[in-house]
């Protein structure tokens, strides 16, 4: 009896550990394509530079609102369906064309 729980046990821990990463994976995919999005790189740029980074799998948005670069990065976790966890990071980053020039 003690076994299967055991076995059980150690494949949560293993799915926790898979979804950890996962959700890292997500945060320094947004950090680096907010980056990239504040520096004026093209469109494709971006999104290709935080899917390099992201979850295999993982949907990029890109938005600007005002001075502001939004970069999402979501993706599924790994793992059966049935096992729901929202995996997702925006990262916001002020475009460098707009430092200073208000004064």
């Known amino acids: 009896m003690a076994l299967p729980v055991l076995v059980l046990f150690a494949m949560a821990l293993v799915w926790a550990l ?38 295999d799998g993982a949907r990029v948005t890109v938005s600007r609102e005002g001075d502001l670069v939004h970069v999402m990065v979501a993706a599924n976790p790994p793992g059966p369906d049935a096992l729901s966890l929202d995996l997702s990071h925006e990262a916001v980053a002020l475009a460098e064309e707009t430092v200073g020039a208000r004064g």
Request: proline share 8%.
């Open 18 to 55: 898979l979804a950890a990463c996962a959700q890292i994976q997500c945060v320094d995919a947004a950090r680096a394509g907010a980056r990239a999005a504040a520096r004026q790189d093209p469109p494709g740029a971006i999104v290709a530079m935080a899917r390099r980074l992201a979850p």
